[in-house]
């Protein structure tokens, strides 16, 4: 007996040992970078996830999340496989054919197919939907005509071969056109979903529903104003499975972003220029991106420099030494309109198409286009020129460096008006100014959209500009270049520093991919670790 209470004993003290030593294991758990919930803020709430109208920065930020089109982009900006699991297109590429993965499904379940995007691409060319991004998808065959009322929407290039086989038969040879479907106008829409939200689709979180990777969550996903709470979608089944458990997105406008880094309460947030040091000192990662030019934007409708010689005279009066020593701090001068980080298939634009020759100073010929303006509109001098501008120190130095070349070499005094961002930027987009210093950037990559928002700034079109246009599809690198040199030539735009973006990411994120251009962020490969 006594031989068995000894043996007891002995077991029992073996077995608190095995509990001591398993309670320990527990404690030390190691900590791996999937399943875990990303934190983001957003500025506002957005307007509607109805990925064909959708157009605001919040909503983007968020459709990335929720939908997936034909392909995806990656961290260089190349098309990845998406919904398509692979394409192919002729030798001209005017017709591509996508061919869509079995598994694709909405976060219902149901089968994704190829009707679905005939269903949404139709939708977003559509008049009845006024969608604002429809001119996204006039390289596609017929779309332009639907758009304008002259055809039904039936007639638009896009066909289902079969359940899960695309057809889409563009207007011109276009062969990055793959990378253009990865855009929310392109994404699918179930015709039975959208039928069923009787006019709400898009506007409640049950108004929702997504084929990405990820979806709302069923109760309380989106609270107007206050949050968007995302959860893996269970039936996703794209080529990269979710890492993250989710997204929360808080509907917020953050004054103090690197304390909201420090307080955990944000895995990525654009930051400031001034920022970026202290960012950098509390060991966060900086990604920054040169994406946007600021430069002296004409309005080529005002009735003084809707004359090109009017804008010659200006802009060949200019000394670049004396306005690169006013180009504000953390800006670099700007040689070209276009910045230099835009991107083509894959490549910077710039590598490919080399730099351009800006209008040298020249004050005779500076001279004479002003008389030939004054004799061609049938003046005597010169009417008031208001300048436009932000309201910042920095910005008003440049400005007033101008000024003063312009005084000195054409003897006209110029005004100058101040105003804040928000004011600058509707009053140049809604054409009502002469002169002004402008940032210009876009929210998609590639020479082409830029382009366009410099046209669309400054108002201008010509003939030999539109014929252009028509071949930047085709011909997209020399097109562009040619475009840009003529716009340099006409005197429609006249860059001077360039500016760029900055991303703080935590440090132990992984796998996170930015698209600068769009301000959208992909959390569907991120991983990240517990902070210490």
């Known amino acids: 007996n006594e031989g068995k209470m000894v043996l007891k004993r002995v077991c029992c003290l073996l077995l608190c040992v095995i509990m001591c030593f398993s ?25 509607s996830l109805d990925p064909q109208v959708a157009t605001d920065g919040a909503a983007q930020m968020v459709l990335e ?49 190829a009707d ?27 779309a332009q005509e639907i758009n304008a009322g002259e055809l039904p929407k039936e007639q638009l290039g896009v066909e289902s071969v079969d359940r899960y086989t695309l057809r889409i038969m563009l207007a011109y040879s276009y062969d990055d056109f793959p990378s253009q479907t990865a855009r929310s106008a392109f994404f699918p829409c179930s015709r039975s979903f959208f039928a069923a939200s009787a006019g709400r689709y898009g506007m409640e979180d049950v108004q929702v529903l997504g084929n990405g990777a990820f979806s709302l ?35 917020k406008t953050v004054a103090d972003p690197l304390a909201a880094m420090e307080e955990h309460k944000a895995d990525v947030i654009a930051i400031g220029e001034e920022d970026v040091q202290q960012a950098e000192a509390d ?14 934007c004409f309005n080529t409708t005002d009735a003084l420099f809707s004359d090109v010689s009017a804008r010659r005279a200006l802009v060949l009066s200019l000394s670049r030494d004396s306005l690169y020593a006013a180009v504000p701090k953390n800006c670099i001068r700007a040689d070209n309109i276009i910045p230099p980080e ?3 298939m894959g490549k910077t634009y710039r590598s490919a198409a080399g730099s351009c020759t800006l209008p040298q100073t020249d004050l005779s010929a500076a001279k004479q286009q002003l008389s030939q303006a004054i004799a061609n509109l049938g003046i005597q001098k010169l009417p008031a020129v208001t300048v ?39 009053r140049v987009a809604a054409g009502s100014y002469q002169l002004a210093l402008v940032p210009v950037q876009t929210g998609e990559d590639g020479p082409r959209s830029f382009l366009s928002a410099v046209c669309g700034l400054a108002q201008y ?72």
Request: aromatic share 12%; net charge negative.
């Open 342 to 344: 835009t991107s083509y």
């Open 388 to 426: 436009l501008c932000l309201n910042d120190e920095e910005t008003k130095i440049a400005v007033n460096a101008m000024l003063g070349e312009w005084r000195s070499a054409l003897g006209y005094y110029f005004n100058l008006e101040p105003v804040s961002r928000e004011t600058l930027e509707k």
């Open 65 to 113: 999340s929720l939908f997936e089109g034909l392909v995806r982009l990656n961290g260089d900006g190349l098309a990845e496989p998406g919904v398509a699991e692979r394409w192919e297109s002729g030798e001209d590429s005017t017709v591509f054919t996508f061919y869509l993965r079995k598994d694709a499904k909405w976060s219902d379940g149901t089968p994704v197919t």
């Open 461 to 532: 079109s010509s003939d030999a500009y539109d014929a252009l246009v028509s071949r930047l599809y085709s011909d997209t690198v020399a097109a562009a270049k040619e475009a840009e040199t003529l716009l340099l030539d006409e005197a429609v735009f006249y860059p001077m520093y360039y500016q760029s973006r900055y991303y703080a990411v935590a440090n132990t994120i992984t796998g996170l991919v930015i698209h600068p251009f769009g301000g959208t962020v992909d959390f569907n490969g991120a991983g990240k670790l517990d902070p210490s």
């Open 283 to 296: 060991g966060l990662a900086v990604q920054s991106f040169t994406n946007t030019t600021w430069g002296l």
């Open 116 to 142: 679905d995007f005939v269903f949404g691409m139709q939708r977003t060319v559509d008049p009845q939907t006024k969608s604002s991004s429809a001119s996204q998808l006039f390289c596609i065959r017929n």
């Open 23 to 47: 309670a320990s294991a527990c404690g030390k758990k190691e900590d791996t970078p999937e399943n875990k919930l990303f934190y983001c803020y957003i500025s506002s709430d957005p307007v």
């Open 217 to 251: 969550r069923k109760k309380s996903g989106w609270v107007h104003g206050s949050y968007l709470r995302l959860v893996r979608n269970e039936f996703y089944a794209g080529e990269h499975a979710a890492v993250p458990s989710g997204v929360l997105f808080t509907v």
